[in-house]
């Protein structure tokens, strides 16, 4: 069965920190890409960052770039979303996906993920 699941989401304030987890199981990891994927009240569903499991080839939103980085620990079957220099617009659930891959660039549209984790909220206030 396959299973992702976020951790590492919270309350920070503006300016902090915060690092997404997502474990993944259930399937062959290297053969996919993990998107990091938000989405705020009242909003669409935007991407914030993939990763290329294998070739470990990585895209970010121009919200994200600078800010965030995202890696993987793919002994581990994990995904990390590091968020530095929070801001209240980065308010939002955060949810890590999977995708099979047939290249080795991640897709950053949310309709290409085959796979879904519950969500983990990110809360950005003072």
């Known amino acids: 069965e396959v299973q992702l699941v976020e951790s590492g989401g919270g309350l920070v304030q503006p300016g902090g920190s915060l690092r997404l987890s997502c474990a993944a199981s259930?399937?062959?990891?290297?053969?996919?890409?993990i998107g990091w994927f938000r989405q705020a009240p009242g909003k669409e569903r935007e991407v914030v960052s993939c990763?290329?499991?294998?070739?470990?080839?990585?895209y970010y939103a121009v919200s994200a770039q600078g800010r965030f980085i995202i890696s993987s620990d793919n002994a581990k079957n994990t995904v990390y979303l590091q968020m530095n220099s929070l801001k209240p617009e980065d308010t939002a659930v955060y949810y890590c996906?999977?995708?099979?891959?047939?290249?080795?660039?991640?897709?950053?549209?949310?309709?290409?993920?085959?796979?879904w984790g519950p969500g983990a909220q990110v809360t950005v206030s003072s």
């Open positions: 996906a999977a995708d099979y891959l047939y290249s080795t660039n991640c897709i950053p549209w949310d309709y290409d993920y085959d796979y």
């Open positions: 259930g399937f062959s990891f290297d053969d996919y890409a």
């Open positions: 990763m290329s499991l294998r070739a470990k080839n990585t």
